[in-house]
């Protein structure tokens, strides 16, 4: 089959198939009556001329942040609303659009103290309100529904397309992120996943497909979901695509080139295509082979992220640049929404065209929800107003709009022409729908979120974990106890971290060392240093996390402990390192003869010093715990509590952690 034959070559009466160049000039054409129609479509808010003076005294004015790739469509309909003088229950509506990076708002969004200066907000993915309100402190936000959707997927030059085998041969998840980062012919690349929804949504299916395929459950059953990843590829029917063709349905798909149809799906054994003089990329530093007692899903994923952060650019917008980047930078495939391919081959000359693999095993996709922001402190007018301009957004004419800018309605299919101008073929299964199984919990993109900051920022954390009696219970329907889930946790924590970073470990309990409550065991340093000349200190700190033994007498000594930890990670503070002390507790503070909680958070206010952060990340595990007095404690130092029911979910909780914190001390150098 030819590079360019639509999808349904067959319907609609087009016969054979035509040049892209043939039908980019149809919808340039078609885009640009959409434009004249909806009056210049895409033009500034601010250049539009006044209401009338009775509609200006009385509008209702709705200030909007839009995600960039959407903005233009939003801008459209808030232009409709002027010129043609859409009211809301009578009033007339001042409708004004801001472009804005989603991160950036989801930021401005996560302290409630906060007053945000939108009554709307429209990001790519709903990723962002959760990451608003991380800590649970975030402005409150209502999703009215969802505007758009598009799919995610690999986008590659036609090189790596054709290298990969593209269109005929198709790839999970796994599949694909092997193939794209286990060769010279092909580099992946992504937009950090901490400023892109497409990245990090991406990663997670990554995460998730290599867990599949090695068997591994843990990515499902520690995310607080009891539901399995599929099996197979899910065979769910393929969408009706809302085309203008007479026909309602996809004809029989034509068969692929057979050197892209045939062999099991496995990244291609064939030669890599010629690549230009200097375009060759010295081999990746990154270790790909899983480190002995870590989980494979865990190590291959520390992996791929490892090479992905070698590969990054630093939002969307920028990531198609690194297809045509010079020399060992160049990426040949990336992760892209098909919105985003759609868009680059709208513009681009035939060799410039991507091609685009939807993977198997998971259906990912943006859905650009429709925020109610503050929604609380919205006035009836505000409210009703964001309500119809919603509605506006839904309208035939806003649909029209949406596909002539790439993006897929909420629901139903996706017109032909567009799947083909992204670089959609068959077999590829642009049309597979979403079903449960394909969410992501929002459990797992905050762990996968920490996986990626500890990859790409090195750490120095200090460990202080507690050894009092009570962690001598057993874990419910195990056979282990507290301490040793805890201790195999934490040594999955710290096998995800690289020689460069630096880790410690205290003990702490009632009686363990005189008149101490704690013990330093392993001094913090670098994980690949030496010991005395002898052991590295990764060997060193993982048989002292074997070696920990609960004191069965031992009380928890946490106030006490905690401010000597404190102080200490305090006075060796790194800097351009991720700081931090964690602490790992059972119970609250036991030891009559210690200081007071107030003394205590007075002492650490003390402490703290903001030009050299060391937030405290409390891990309360157990229902005896009180998790709401650690995030006090932790709160003072510009960190924050968690809890866990099973000592086995704190290498998550520590992940999520480091991803809240993290983001929160980069907000504040901001």
């Given at each position: 089959m030819e590079r360019h034959t639509l999808?349904?070559?067959?319907?609609?009466?087009?016969?054979?198939?035509?040049?892209?160049s043939r039908h980019r000039r149809v919808l340039m054409a078609t885009a640009l009556v959409l434009a004249l129609a909806a009056g210049t479509g895409v033009a500034a808010y601010s250049g539009l001329p006044p209401f009338g003076r009775s509609c200006e005294e009385s509008a209702v004015r709705l200030d909007v942040a839009v995600s960039p790739d959407i903005a233009p469509v939003v801008r459209a309909a808030a232009d409709r609303v002027h010129q043609e003088k859409i009211t809301s229950d009578g009033q007339c509506m001042d409708v004004r659009v801001k472009a804005r990076e989603n991160y950036q708002v989801a930021t401005e969004l996560s302290d409630h103290r906060n007053e945000s200066e939108y009554e709307v907000w429209l990001p790519d993915s709903r990723i962002w309100a959760h990451q608003a309100d991380a800590f649970s402190r975030g402005v409150p936000l209502a999703v009215a529904g969802e505007v758009a959707v598009s799919p995610i997927g690999v986008a590659t030059d036609r090189s790596a397309g054709s290298w990969l085998g593209w269109p005929g041969k198709t790839y999970t998840w796994a599949q694909l992120a092997t193939a794209t980062t286990a060769s010279e012919s092909v580099h992946l690349g992504t937009a950090d996943p901490t400023h892109s929804a497409t990245g990090l949504l991406a990663l997670a299916?990554?995460?998730?497909?290599?867990?599949?395929?090695?068997?591994?459950?843990?990515?499902?059953?520690?995310?607080?979901?009891?539901?399995?990843?599929?099996?197979?590829?899910s065979a769910a029917p393929e969408s009706k695509e809302p085309d203008s063709s007479p026909s309602a349905k996809r004809p029989t798909e034509p068969k692929p080139k057979p050197s892209a149809a045939k062999g099991p799906k496995q990244p291609l054994p064939s030669p890599s295509p010629p690549r230009k003089e200097g375009?060759?990329?010295?081999?990746?530093?990154?270790?790909?082979?899983?480190?002995?007692?870590?989980?494979?899903?865990?190590?291959?994923?520390?992996?791929?992220?490892?090479l992905l952060a070698q590969r990054l650019a630093p939002a969307d917008s920028q990531i198609l640049r690194t297809l045509s980047a010079p020399g060992s930078s160049r990426n040949e495939a990336v992760f892209l929404s098909e919105q985003a391919a759609f868009t680059h081959n709208f513009s681009a000359g035939d060799k410039?065209?991507?091609d685009l693999f939807y993977p198997t095993d998971r259906a990912l996709r943006l859905d650009y929800p429709y925020h109610l922001v503050d929604v609380n402190d919205?006035?009836?007018?505000?409210?009703?107003?964001?309500?119809?301009?919603?509605?506006?957004?839904?309208?035939?004419?806003?649909?029209?709009?949406?596909?002539?800018?790439?993006?897929?309605p909420p629901r139903g299919g996706a017109p032909a022409v567009l799947v083909h101008t992204a670089g959609g073929r068959p077999p590829q299964p642009y049309?597979?729908?979403?079903?449960?199984?394909?969410?992501?919990?929002?459990?797992?993109?905050?762990?996968?979120?920490?996986?990626?900051?500890?990859?790409?920022?090195?750490?120095?954390?200090?460990?202080?974990?507690?050894?009092?009696?009570?962690?001598?219970?057993?874990?419910?329907?195990?056979?282990?106890?507290?301490?040793?889930?805890?201790k195999a946790s934490l040594l999955r924590v710290v096998d995800q971290f690289s020689q460069e970073d630096e880790i410690g470990l205290w003990e702490f309990a009632t009686g363990l060392n005189g008149p101490h409550d704690y013990r330093e065991l392993v001094p913090t340093a670098r994980l690949g240093a030496l010991v005395?000349?002898?052991?590295?200190?990764?060997?060193?700190?993982?048989?002292?996390?074997?070696?920990?033994?609960?004191?069965?007498?031992?009380?928890?000594?946490?106030?006490?402990?905690?401010?000597?930890?404190?102080?200490?990670?305090?006075?060796?503070?790194?800097?351009?390192?991720?700081?931090?002390?964690?602490?790992?507790?059972?119970?609250?503070?036991?030891?009559?003869?210690?200081?007071?909680?107030?003394?205590?958070?007075?002492?650490?206010?003390?402490?703290?010093?903001?030009?050299?952060?060391?937030?405290?990340i409390a891990i309360a595990v157990g229902t005896s715990a009180d998790q709401g007095e650690l995030d006090k404690i932790a709160q003072v130092t510009g960190g924050a509590g968690y809890q866990v029911s099973d000592p086995a979910d704190i290498q998550g909780a520590i992940l999520k952690a480091i991803t809240a914190v993290g983001r929160s001390l980069d907000v504040d150098r901001d």
């Open positions: 999808p349904d070559s067959g319907a609609g009466g087009t016969g054979g198939a035509g040049p892209r299916g990554v995460a998730a497909s290599y867990a599949r395929e090695s068997g591994d459950r843990t990515w499902e059953e520690r995310n607080g979901t009891d539901r399995p990843l599929p099996d197979e590829p375009a060759k990329r010295p081999p990746a530093k990154a270790d790909r082979t899983p480190r002995p007692g870590l989980p494979d899903a865990d190590a291959r994923i520390a992996a791929t992220a490892r410039d065209d991507l919205l006035t009836v007018d505000e409210g009703r107003a964001a309500t119809r301009f919603m509605a506006l957004l839904s309208d035939a004419t806003s649909l029209r709009d949406l596909a002539a800018h790439g993006f897929r049309a597979r729908q979403v079903t449960s199984a394909d969410q992501v919990s929002r459990d797992l993109l905050q762990e996968i979120l920490g996986i990626w900051t500890v990859t790409v920022r090195s750490a120095r954390l200090t460990t202080v974990v507690d050894v009092s009696g009570s962690m001598q219970s057993p874990v419910p329907g195990r056979s282990e106890t507290r301490l040793e889930a805890t005395r000349g002898e052991r590295s200190q990764r060997t060193q700190l993982s048989a002292a996390f074997q070696a920990l033994k609960a004191v069965p007498d031992g009380a928890t000594g946490l106030y006490d402990s905690t401010l000597a930890a404190y102080r200490s990670a305090q006075a060796g503070h790194v800097p351009g390192k991720f700081n931090a002390l964690i602490v790992v507790t059972d119970g609250a503070n036991q030891d009559r003869f210690s200081i007071s909680r107030s003394t205590l958070l007075a002492k650490l206010k003390e402490v703290r010093d903001d030009r050299r952060p060391v937030p405290l």
